[in-house]
């Protein structure tokens, strides 16, 4: 079992920046890719940004593209989502996920989810 346990959210103005945090506990962090997804209320969720075990490779929504940036600490098993230039269309809850197989196809283990707020 991996717990993950997202922080970082909040309310902030359109044109300012947000780190969310995702921290990892139970089994071995590296072993999982991890990604950051999002759901804005009456939308489905969706795929925001991806980083492989290592950090050596991320992927990224094209309409996060440029704007935000994953990144990942396997020291202290936490992956964070560096998020600048917001939108209030970037407005939803937030979930971090782990992959225990790196084919990006299913992801074992989910966060609760932290509310991020853009106001225009």
């Known amino acids: 079992q991996v717990q993950l346990v997202e922080s970082g959210g909040g309310l902030v103005q359109a044109g300012g920046s947000l780190r969310l945090s995702c921290a990892a506990s139970?089994?071995?962090?590296?072993?999982?890719?991890m990604g950051w997804f999002r759901q804005a209320p009456g939308k489905e969720r969706e795929f925001v940004a991806r980083?492989?075990?290592?950090?050596?490779?991320?992927y990224y929504a094209d309409s996060v593209k440029g704007r935000f940036t994953i990144s990942r600490d396997n020291a202290k098993n936490t992956v964070y989502l560096q998020m600048n230039s917001l939108r209030p269309e970037d407005t939803a809850v937030y979930y971090c996920?782990?992959?225990?197989?790196?084919?990006?196809?299913?992801?074992?283990?989910w966060g609760q989810g932290t509310q991020v707020t853009v106001s225009s």
């Open positions: 139970g089994r071995t962090f590296s072993n999982y890719a």
């Open positions: 996920a782990a992959d225990s197989s790196g084919t990006a196809l299913t992801y074992d283990y």
């Open positions: 980083i492989r075990r290592s950090g050596s490779m991320t």
